[in-house]
């Protein structure tokens, strides 16, 4: 089955101390994206890969870390969480970024 | 920079009426605008898209139309059920040359159809 597949949905930590969400895709996607979700802000886009090695900021890059060694991996890196980054996120994907994106179930996250 | 606005910001329909959300984008340069629909606790999912060389796209009770001038555009619910209660997200990219890969979100509609 098409997917994409995130881990965890749900995680609670501590502030400082770094975690790590993964995502893969089994559909040969070149480009994957990172987004949180907050009430009232809708979808915004932390970072995207177009592809292997390429990845790019998007409108809140800030506190995130991402990496693209491999076509269908792109995992979401918190190198030192803080309360705000508390948030719903979504891992998505599409063939080449011109199209429908699939979306992963989510993580939801919480920074104490 | 980039910017999508999205309203309402929550709507109220009855069963069997129609349901407009318009969405206004600042990057003039702009070529694709999909539109997700958000069941609760669930993910996000493509209803329906449409590309800056049509005006207008249809399908069955969804249609959607853009205005390139203006730099807005807007999705129609008609015949509205129950089941369309959802937030629906409008999103603006920029693909081709000068392709960004960023792709622009609306702030949510809340759409709740009244039985």
């Known amino acids: 089955e098409a997917q994409v597949t995130q881990n965890p949905r749900y995680l609670i930590t501590v502030t400082g101390k770094k975690l790590t969400v993964t995502c893969s895709q089994n559909m040969n996607h070149e480009y994957m994206s990172w987004y949180r979700q907050d009430p009232g802000l809708g979808l915004r886009q932390i970072y995207y890969s177009m592809n292997v090695e390429v990845t790019d900021k998007g409108d809140v890059p800030e506190g995130y870390k991402v990496s693209r060694k491999e076509k269908r991996n792109f995992p979401l890196i918190l190198e030192s969480p803080s309360p705000n980054q508390t948030s719903l996120y979504f891992c998505?994907?599409?063939?080449?970024?011109?199209?429908?994106?699939?979306f992963g179930s989510g993580t939801q996250l919480s920074v104490l | 920079g980039e910017n999508v606005e999205q309203h309402p910001s929550t709507l109220s329909v009855q069963e069997g009426d129609s349901a407009v959300i318009k969405c206004t984008y600042s990057?003039?340069?702009?070529?694709?605008f999909p539109w997700y629909k958000q069941e609760l606790g669930k993910r996000p999912q493509l209803i329906i898209d449409?590309?800056?060389?049509?005006g207008e796209k249809k399908d069955q009770r969804i249609a959607v139309t853009l205005n390139k001038t203006a730099k807005h555009f807007s999705l129609h619910i008609t015949e509205t059920q129950p089941e369309d209660s959802a937030v629906y997200f409008c999103?603006?990219?920029?693909?081709?040359?000068?392709?960004?890969?960023?792709?622009?979100f609306g702030q949510g509609t809340t759409l709740q159809v009244k039985p």
């Open positions: 998505a994907s599409s063939l080449s970024g011109k199209e429908k994106l699939f």
């Open positions: 449409i590309r800056s060389n049509v």
């Open positions: 999103a603006a990219s920029r693909h081709g040359s000068g392709n960004t890969g960023k792709l622009i």
């Open positions: 990057d003039s340069a702009s070529n694709y």
